[in-house]
């Protein structure tokens, strides 16, 4: 008798771990996961970006908080910021969330934060209400909190809605229905475009400071505008994967290409003067050429 084949188990405890998050993520609208990265990290990453916060001046307009300083291009502000925009289990869950939607995701934004003593709560928002689209039919975008001092509801830790994104054409919610996402450094919120939330009044003496991530379909416009983030001189010392994820690749059928060719053409050492234009299609588009060419759409009518 032969021997029956053994079947290898490609799925990786991280691809478990994933599952249960997103499935919670779904659920709730939001998710805490304790202790994800070791808070040295955090200590270290925050220490390269100090500076910045002490040179940045306060926010102007009622939305952003004039008691709040905020700043973006973060791969540009420390070299350990990627490995928290690529943290390998954040990623699983928010693909988990976003691709089926979407042929690739991209990086939404990158935005370190000071909330300062003082400063009064937020207005409740929705991000994916900085889009046009439909809602309460697809995601549009995941993000991701990570706290650099111990958010409390008494420095303002960010306030969610659980299950507000089952309802997305509620503007206001009662506060008593609403969760103080209260966690320390190491932690992380992972909470939902359609996820109804703000940041919480800081009634303390200390500053709250923490690091947003954001992921978005591919197709969208993001909120920060990546090429001009991270331009190609910047993106070419990225490594393929974080270069892609910044927007350096075309989402199918051949959005957001440069000359005809994926933008990643632009990292390059040698870039041709003429480039000719090369199709970049989904599968599925593949074969509804191949079958309009060979008349079987017509036999199909």
């Known amino acids: 008798m032969a021997p029956l084949a053994v079947i290898a188990d490609t799925r990786s405890p991280v691809d478990d771990a994933a599952d249960h998050w997103a499935a919670e993520l779904n659920q709730n609208g939001y998710v805490i996961i304790p202790r994800i990265v070791d808070p040295s990290l955090i200590e270290t990453l925050q220490a390269d970006l100090m500076q910045k916060f002490v040179q940045t001046p306060f926010c102007e307009g009622v939305f952003y908080g004039g008691r709040t300083k905020r700043f973006g291009r973060l791969l540009t502000q420390s070299p350990h910021a990627a490995q928290f925009i690529q943290h390998e289990l954040v990623m699983a869950i ?3 969330i976003l691709k089926p939607y979407c042929d690739t995701i991209q990086l939404n934004l990158t935005q370190a934060l000071e909330v300062h003593p003082g400063q009064r709560v937020q207005v409740p928002h929705r991000d994916q209400d900085m889009w046009g689209g439909a809602k309460g039919t697809i995601e549009y975008l995941v993000n991701v909190m990570w706290p650099f001092t111990n958010y ?150």
Not at 200 to 226: H, T
Not at 230 to 258: C, D, K, M
Not at 268 to 284: G, V
């Open 94 to 96: 928010v693909e988990r």
């Open 152 to 301: 409390t509801q008494q420095n303002g830790a960010t306030i969610v809605w659980p299950n507000s994104h089952t309802c997305p054409g509620d503007m206001l919610l009662p506060r008593e229905k609403s969760f103080d996402a209260e966690m320390e450094p190491g932690s992380v919120l992972l909470f939902l475009g359609s996820t109804l939330h703000s940041a919480g009044a800081n009634f303390s003496a200390d500053v709250r400071r923490g690091m947003i991530i954001s992921y978005c379909l591919g197709w969208l416009k993001p909120y920060e505008n990546q090429w001009l983030s991270y331009p190609p001189e910047i993106a070419r010392h990225f490594s393929p994967e974080l270069a892609a994820l910044v927007g350096y690749q075309q989402h199918r059928p051949n959005l957001g290409n440069f000359d005809g060719q994926c933008p990643s053409v632009l990292l390059k050492d040698n870039i041709p003067d003429h480039l000719h234009a090369i199709d970049e299609l989904r599968p599925d588009q593949e074969q509804l050429i191949d079958d309009y060419y060979a008349g079987r759409l017509a036999d199909a009518a």
